[in-house]
């Protein structure tokens, strides 16, 4: 990237939902590089348990929580990214949604490889406490009606989710009664 402000890093991920280890991943990725650009995966899915909540819900979401988090805003970028189930068109989508990147950061070995083998550097993140700060283990207690959830997400985070009734609409999706096909 260069010339025009810096290395520019990606960091790749669903955040469905944002989390404490989403933020400070990105605060950590601000300490090493100019400019951060966040993707939100698999942005076409939402209303299912593995993915409740939409590409602009979780774009707000993170916007949000990243401000309560003292991360300067005018550093990230954040781009929602549909899925495919080729993996390699995959990579050409992410290249194609996104500005010009300089590396890769990510916690997920797979997609390391993929971003390696198209010739990009990339760094794995240490991901802050992961046994606590993950979106499955947040879904799951959110799904059991489990208020700790609250515990491991920006306030902004978990005002939003209730705002747009998240908790009840992963409840449901929990059930199975989501699922498009059987509709």
């Known amino acids: 990237m260069g010339e025009v402000g810096g290395v520019r890093a990606l960091f790749p991920g669903r955040f ?15 300490r ?21 909540f939409t590409a602009g819900e ?9 401000r309560e988090g003292g991360v300067d805003l005018s550093r990230v ?25 300089d590396l890769v950061y990510t916690g ?17 993140l240490q991901l802050f406490q992961r046994e606590v700060y993950n979106s499955t283990r947040l879904r799951e207690l959110m799904a059991r009606g489990d208020s700790s959830w609250t515990e491991l997400t920006p306030r902004a985070v978990v005002s939003i989710i209730r705002e747009i009734g998240g908790e009840e609409r992963l409840r449901i999706a929990s059930l199975g009664e989501a699922e498009p096909h059987k509709w």
């Open 16 to 30: 469905q939902p944002p989390h404490w280890g989403h933020i400070y991943a990105v605060r950590e990725i601000l």
């Open 32 to 52: 090493e590089v100019e400019e951060v650009v966040v993707v939100v995966g698999s942005a076409q899915f939402n209303y299912i348990a593995k993915d409740p």
């Open 58 to 66: 979780r774009i707000w979401m993170l916007r949000e929580g990243l």
């Open 77 to 101: 970028v954040i781009v929602p990214v549909p899925n495919v189930e080729n993996n390699f068109e995959w990579l050409g989508r992410v290249i194609s949604y996104t500005p010009p990147f």
């Open 108 to 124: 997920n070995s797979y997609v390391a490889m993929l971003f390696r083998r198209a010739g990009y550097q990339v760094k794995q």
